[in-house]
C-alpha cells in the first residue's frame, strides 16, 4: 500500500478544532472589539474579539473577554501561497472585511484594531516574499477599502519565540497573573506545539540569549521563551522515519520492511519521506528502544538545540499538539487534574503495546502515529526540559471555556489592552 504523508496539511484540521463562543455579553458603553487575522501556512482564520473595558481603558478580568463567531472558517490558501497574485490579495482580505464589519458595529468599526500576524507559513519563505506580501496586505489595510484601525506594528510575520509569549500571556491573562492589583501572583510556564514547531516559555529567566523583557502594564517580567523548528509531531514523525532508515543496526523483516520500535504490531506501511521514497515499515513495539533512538535523534548529541534550554519549573501548562498526545495515549484524566511526567511515560508504554487494529478502529487518521508521538512528548519533557519523573504539568485544550493558544494573548498585546 503507498500512501504520501502529507506533511502540515492534513495536520491543521486536526489541530485547529474551530474556536468556540466564549465569555459574557456586555450591555456597557465601554466596550470595544478587536479582530486578528491568523495567517497560517494552509489558510487563514479570523478571531473576533469583545471586550468590555474598566475605568483605565484595559481588560481587567477574563471574564470581560468575548470571542465572537464568524461564519468564515478557515480561509484557503494560506496568504503565504499568493506571491505571484497579488491582487488577489485583496479579494481574499475582502470576504474577512465583509463579515468583521457585518459582526462589528459601526459605531465601534474605525476604532476596531485589525490585526494580521503571519506564522510558520511565511516563515519559510525569503524575506524578501514576505516583504511583498505584508506590504501588499498594509497597503490595502491603509486604503479605504476597509473602515478599520489600521497600525503597521499590527500586520506582521511573528517568530516562534513571539508565539511562545503571547501563549504565555494567554495563559497568564486568563489566570489573573497579569491584572492582580494587589501582590503578584505566581505565573504559569506554557508548552504548545504545532505539526512545524514546538514552543515553551517561563517567567524569572535570565541571562540567555533566549531570555527577553516583556512590559505589560506596569509590570516588567524576565522570560524564557523559545521555539524549536522541526519539532513539531507532523516533522517528527517524517524526521524519525529518515533516521530509522539510516540507523546502522536497523532489522528488516522476511519482505524487507524495517522494523520500528516506535508503531504498534499488525502496522505496516510505506512512506515517501522528503526526497526518500518508498520507506517500508512494519511495527515491532518496543518503547525503550523508541525512545534511546528518539534520544540519539534529538537530544544525546552537542549542537541539539537543548544545551541552553533551562529546566522547565513551577506551574505548567501544556496545550495543543501536547494535549491531544497526552489525551489520545489515555493520560489525560481531567483538566483539574496535573498529570506526572512518569505517567505520560507510562500511558504511552502501554498505548504502543496495544494491536494496530485495535488504535486503528479508535483513531483510523491519526492512531498510527501516536505510539511515537507519545514517546517523543515525554523524552521532549525528560531530556529536552529536564523534567524530573515526578514533576506535575497541567495538559489542557481550554482552561476556564477559553481556548489555549497564543492568539488571545496576541489580540491583548497588540491591542494595548493590558
Ligand atoms: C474575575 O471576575 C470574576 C467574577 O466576575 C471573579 O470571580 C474573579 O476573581 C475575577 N478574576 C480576577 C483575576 O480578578
Ligand atoms: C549498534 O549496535 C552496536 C552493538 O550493540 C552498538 O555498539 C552501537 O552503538 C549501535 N549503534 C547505534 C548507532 O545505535
Request: glycine share 8%; net charge neutral.
Amino acid at each position: 500500500m503507498m500512501v504520501r504523508f502529507v506533511l502540515l496539511l492534513a495536520f491543521l484540521f486536526w489541530l485547529q478544532a474551530p474556536p468556540g463562543c466564549h465569555g459574557r455579553s456586555s450591555s456597557s458603553p465601554d466596550v470595544s472589539y478587536s479582530i486578528l487575522i491568523d495567517a497560517g501556512s494552509t489558510g487563514s482564520r479570523m478571531y473576533v474579539y469583545k471586550f468590555k473595558l474598566g475605568s483605565d481603558g484595559k481588560v481587567n478580568n477574563v471574564s470581560d473577554v468575548e470571542e465572537l463567531d464568524n461564519s468564515l472558517g478557515k480561509v484557503k490558501p494560506g496568504l503565504s501561497s499568493m506571491l505571484n497574485e497579488p491582487d488577489e490579495i485583496e479579494v481574499y482580505l475582502q470576504k474577512f472585511f465583509d463579515e468583521a464589519e457585518r459582526i462589528v458595529p459601526k459605531d465601534k468599526q474605525s476604532s476596531t484594531p485589525f490585526i494580521v500576524l503571519a506564522t510558520a507559513g511565511m516563515r519559510l519563505l525569503p524575506e524578501a516574499d514576505q516583504d511583498v506580501i505584508m506590504t501588499k496586505v498594509k497597503e490595502i489595510l491603509k486604503s479605504r477599502t476597509t473602515p478599520f484601525l489600521y497600525k503597521d506594528g499590527n500586520v506582521k510575520v511573528i517568530s516562534g519565540k513571539e508565539e511562545a509569549i503571547f501563549a504565555w500571556i494567554t495563559v497568564n491573562f486568563i489566570q489573573g497573573v497579569l491584572t492582580s492589583q494587589k501582590k503578584q501572583k505566581v505565573s504559569w510556564g506554557v508548552l504548545d506545539m504545532g505539526g512545524a514547531s514546538t514552543q515553551n516559555a517561563m517567567h524569572r529567566y535570565r541571562g540567555s540569549p533566549h531570555s527577553t523583557n516583556l512590559k505589560v502594564g506596569q509590570r516588567n517580567y524576565q522570560l524564557f521563551a523559545r521555539s524549536y523548528l522541526d519539532m513539531g509531531v507532523a516533522r517528527i514523525h517524517d524526521r524519525f522515519l529518515e533516521f530509522l532508515s539510516a540507523w546502522e543496526n536497523k532489522t528488516v523483516d522476511y519482505e524487507g520492511y524495517i522494523k520500528s520500535p516506535c508503531h504498534h504490531e499488525g502496522y505496516d506501511e510505506v512512506f515517501d519521506v522528503g526526497a526518500e521514497s518508498g520507506i517500508d515499515i512494519v511495527g515491532e513495539p518496543n518503547s525503550d528502544l523508541c525512545r534511546k533512538l528518539i534520544d540519539d535523534m534529538l537530544f544525546n548529541k552537542v549542537g541539539s538545540g537543548f544545551d541552553d534550554q533551562p529546566q522547565l519549573k513551577g506551574k505548567l501548562v501544556a496545550f495543543s499538539a501536547f494535549h491531544t498526545v497526552i489525551d489520545r495515549i489515555g493520560a489525560v484524566v481531567c483538566d483539574d487534574k496535573p498529570v506526572t511526567v512518569e505517567q505520560i511515560g507510562c500511558a504511552a508504554r502501554k498505548f504502543c503495546s496495544k494491536p494496530y487494529k485495535v488504535v486503528k478502529a479508535i483513531d483510523e487518521g491519526y492512531g498510527k502515529f501516536t505510539c511515537l508521538w507519545g514517546n517523543y512528548v515525554y523524552e521532549l519533557l525528560r531530556q529536552g526540559y529536564k523534567m524530573p519523573q515526578s514533576k506535575k504539568i497541567f495538559v489542557q485544550k481550554e482552561m476556564k471555556g477559553y481556548s489555549l493558544s497564543w492568539i488571545m494573548g496576541a489580540v491583548l498585546y497588540k491591542a494595548e489592552l493590558l
